[in-house]
């Protein structure tokens, strides 16, 4: 019987996916930053560097836990380091090792979260129309009730100023006539 060799092998640890080893592979580019980076000699460093990837939950693939593996192990027997300060190495299954159980969870939670927020944008966009509505209804009874000229009134107020010119012409030919 042949042994078949995992297309999708790193660090000695056989991925189901190209997607998994491409995330394994961008984490371990991240370990071999850190290690460069990260002063071993110096525990503090170790510590506030561990305790910030752990709480931002950077790594996620067996590379990734290896090397938290390796810092919490170095940070708990470490003497100037009180191990309660050490944070545990929180463990999130794979795309692959979700159950049922859990997606249909997680999608019912997403369901109805946005439908909550469905919900929360129909109320402002209805009281959003119902204020437009009232400043409109306002704006037009202040254009009717106003004695300026608007778009509203501006025949109305022309032909009374054309009415008013032509029988102050009348009343001025009669005075002339008289006269």
Known sequence: MTERKNEFELEGFAFCSKQ?????????????????????????????????????????TPIGMKYLIELQK?????????NNSVSQIPVEPLHEGVSKKNIVDKIAM?????????????KIALLTNVILVLVIVGMIIIAKTSNQVNILNYEEKLIDKYASWEQDLTERENKLKEK
């Not at 170095?74 to 009180?82: A, F, M, R, T």
């Not at 997403?110 to 129909?122: D, I, P, Q, T």
């Open 74 to 82: 170095y940070l708990l027997e470490n003497k100037e380091i009180d």
């Open 110 to 122: 997403v369901f109805s979260n946005s439908k909550k927020a469905y919900r929360e944008r129909l």
């Open 20 to 60: 998994d080893m491409l995330v394994a592979e961008n984490e371990l580019k991240g370990v071999e930053y850190l290690k460069k980076k990260t002063n071993m000699k110096n525990p503090k460093s170790v510590l506030v560097v561990y305790n910030k990837i752990v709480a931002e939950g950077l790594f996620h």
